[in-house]
């Protein structure tokens, strides 16, 4: 159940069974010379499809993340992390006026864990500040590190997966747009590894943009299992946050 | 051309040619009974996909915009205005940093019309109180308002189009997305009409979410006629827009 | 009457009457080679003169708006818009808690259309993210756009009346101060049009301050016409705003 | 000279020869029974006026200062300190942006004092935390500080004058506005001192609004005095400011 | 008793009998040729060291303050003000959630007077505009301007004590720190005195950071002399603005 | 080498040979009921105190971090995440500006760690979106994660270390406080796990305070030997960050 293609009536009947809701979270930099800018929207915005069908309700896909060290990339764009967190306050508190306590931001970047974070400390501020108990439940899934997806990771490429630009990113791009893949020619076959600061930084240590990866290991169908990975860890995931044993 | 199905160096290219990109922005919001939620997100982004098909590169959707007053409603989102004006001093810096020069909003929603142009006076202050000339051309095009659309509405429904849930826009959303197409009475026939406040005022005023609208009358045929005005319109302004004369 | 003359007891009494007010706010920002630096304040502070004189209560006026494209000419002065987004936030708290609903503010610059109604947005949000109904009722009029006023300037001007320095305000400004008449030869006679950006592209574009207008066509006589057509239509316009009917 | 009554070419004539401008800073809140809210702008606005007849620069004055201890007496207006400092930052950067490097605050309001000393060092942090020389010279001066100023109260009232709605500063705007005198009975006397906190507290304190103050004693003779003991100095600080021996 | 040293349930005990508490706040910035660094941090810390032996709670020092005229100067650090003001408005907040009312900042920079003066009336602002009742009781007393201390520096170095890196405050660091004591001729004897602005005017004009000083004359026997007078000042400023007379 | 205890010229002299410093961050808070509310700030600064004792150079402790959680108890505080944001980006500022380039947060809250980092973003996002290299390197420490310290958490506690007012953080705070040792029979023996919210949440699943461990289990002496640990760790981790093939 999509929040973009549903009514008000619809979302009323909703919350009178479920008080949760996912929000896909991405970034749009780039991933390589053949990696898709979009790809850390795309993912968790495909397995938030697959969330939808099952009658959970998806919000509209957070495509821009924090990813200033990009940014010397053509098409990259970031967020400064202070907006993120003002955006992520309204978008909790549009929901929770109505009724919504329990947010599940299935995420794609590794750059928006820590803002995320941040975000969910600055909302819950606001109540701890004037005690007052509140009832917001925010939780920040990662669809790259669940359980089934680190298992076919390593099943697939070992530690030839790497950090950016990834393998199995790349894979489940190809199975959300398979028409968008790429092949090409990597030099070196493996990128180098290292630390992340600035965008001139980064560009200067990872000259085409990839981190420790050899996307050239993608498919159309591993893409297929990791979306079939990742929906199940999300799934997993989602259904505990929201069971009142966890509340 | 969408950034998000771009890889960096596909923008490497696209720079040399030109600097012109076009940034669908919308709403996430209640469309009265019959409308989707998504509806101004999805016009323009509807419309902006066939820009895209004419190699004009097209950024990701800004799908949350400034619609407190719709907040009564459930499943509507809103950003604070200035959090709207941070998210897109932010998206401008970063492909401007990148040598993008001309950003073309182009807008379904109304409530984002002001905070959008107070962006952009937000952005040029920066140049302006440090005496340095700005290079950057920023235009916010609203798709329910050029000639074309302007025309269609008038021919097909004349004033029955009205302010909010039109049977413009929720028959664009059918072109869009043809299975979502919803039918129902609505009481009374036409929606009164009337200002807006806040949330409670509104929902006050306008109990079903529309304003002086009859969403009945749209057909999945109006829509498409819909599609093809807006993006005449759109096309014929971005041109303008990013010609050397404009500039 | 005046806010800054009157007392507390004064403005007591006056609220168990009215709790509407009028705001005058302009811009301090150059206005051609031969037009005041103040005009667009000293429009609207003195047609809220003519308020004052009916009973209304009439605040200090907020001089300096968002300007930021004249700043290339000397003496122009801008508030950021998120600037004069916070001040109005603040002006509104201020007297709301105190027991004042109806804020009327009357404008002398188009440059603060935007942003002004940003802030009511902004101001509106905090009530609608709460859940709570908010009792604030916020209009922006523009003096130079009533219908009298629109009339008259198409009268005595048609199209040469312009859109920046125009001949309607340099004629009011003359009715304010008659000492302040200025005549001087303007090459071109007419100015050019075009659109705005930052400051440095407005001066290269509009090297004499002037957009599209003959302000050599003013008088004070002129002026005597445009205060008592503004008059007349933001009273109108005001009345109308706070009468239980439009509430 | 007034900013608001000059166009740009007189400004740019004007810094020619000087780069100082005074910038009266006020405030619109209770002044007592009998004190005109406005009386802390329209104190050094007067004061001003006598500095703008000698050939200086005076802009708009800033009406609204930090009063937010006055908002239980019905018409007391405030800004946030954090909106001051904004307000004051963006004031000071349009000027400077033109080549002004001397911005005197002529002052009438106790509690804009370390509002504006803040703003100050909050503008010039920019330019230290950047390892970059500014030539910004700030200065608050407060017109009812001045030597010439604290001798005629001393003579005229001794420790009678008080704390807020003082019988020095309601005898200046009786000179300013003198068919604004008002007389009453005031109970007690002489009103009592204390401390100052927020709205509530200063009204259960100070239950007509003055503090330790005996308005009773104002005359509209004593006005003209002050006007006059209040321009030497100001005249006085100002000239020393913008020398160059001082600079 | 020390906020730090103390568990929970020590200061669950400690709200029973008092609501007030001691915030040290400081400065880390250059002291001159001899001067250490944390001077004016260290001295309110050592003061409330003997508040704290007397059963009044103090909370962990607030070491950086509002400094940017220093950094020309290695070592030293700033907030800018907005910042500062931020950190003092949730110190209290966060205290005030728990029952505290009473908070003394006992403080050893006069860059701080201002910015904490402007934090005050920043919290106060917010219940003031909302038409409520603050109960917070919000004071900073300066250790270097008590009566005692002032009498004694008047006594042991009349206007040889001068404005920045004073022999007061060095001997008041001796006291605490003896091993940290330094010894140099200082050229001049005594240090220039003038006006401060930023950080590269403030090394052009004081080019060893004293203004007005000469801390030759400090010694550690005077420190002791500064602790207790510094004690005894603050202790009485304290129970004054605790006790329910003043409150 | 204590930034609070070196003069100016100490510091300059330090800078010729590293611009690397290391700032001890913690936070202020409840740590059960037998745990010091500044445990958190203490242990950083005491393993701090020992690179000091190194030559490296050590600026003051940042007391007070993100612990909203932990309001309900008395005596803890909170910086909101963006406050501390602020505070993180004025302090690197401010050294940066005299050219250190190292920045190495020796961190004692788990609360701190994504903000933290979001810090480093936000600091790092001006020069990317200015298309500027940085020079700086910001890097976060946790004393309680290093390998040696984790080695001996395992050996003598095993899974009984927990998350919260942990055996291994109390045995620090009695190594550099031995006078503060507290014994308290604790029940259950072992606190309950779970998940953090908001203060009321934080209170109603943990109600003394603890996360998962038994204090009970510290002592001085295991306190020791995590404080030589920490170092080691600590020194090891600092030397290679500021070493030139790191950089």
């Not at 009947?13 to 795309?42: C, F, M, N, R, W």
């Not at 006026?97 to 969910?120: D, E, K, M, R, W």
């Not at 950090?163 to 990597?186: C, F, G, I, N």
Request: with cysteine; proline share 6%.
């Amino acid at each position: 159940m999509y929040l973009q293609l549903s009514t008000w009536p619809d979302i009323e009947a909703y919350l009178k069974h479920s008080s949760g809701v996912v929000i896909p979270i991405g970034s749009t930099e780039q991933h390589g010379p053949t990696g898709l800018i979009g790809t850390d929207a795309i993912c968790p915005e495909t397995i938030a499809g697959g969330m939808a069908e099952q009658d959970i309700l998806v919000a509209p896909t957070l495509s821009i993340g924090v990813a200033q060290h990009h940014l010397a990339f053509p098409g990259s764009m970031t967020l400064r992390p202070t907006t993120l967190i003002a955006v992520i306050r309204d978008v909790v508190a549009s929901l929770a006026s109505q009724g919504f306590t329990h947010f599940y931001f299935l995420n794609g970047h590794g750059g928006n864990i820590a803002p995320v974070h941040t975000a969910f400390a600055e909302i819950w501020s606001e109540a701890s500040l004037s005690s007052e108990p509140s009832n917001l439940h925010l939780k920040l899934g990662n669809w790259f590190a669940g359980p089934r997806v680190n298992r076919l990771s390593q099943e697939l490429f070992g530690d030839a997966d790497g950090k950016h630009a990834t393998a199995s990113e790349v894979s489940l791009t190809w199975h959300a747009y398979p028409e968008q893949q790429r092949d090409a020619e990597l030099e070196p076959r493996r990128a180098p590894d290292g630390a992340i600061r600035d965008a001139a930084g980064y560009r200067a240590n990872f000259p085409d943009g990839r981190i420790a990866s050899e996307p050239q290991l993608a498919t159309r169908e591993h893409g297929r299992r990791f979306y079939e990975a990742g929906l199940a860890d999300a799934l997993e995931e989602y259904r505990r946050f929201v069971s009142p044993a966890e509340g």
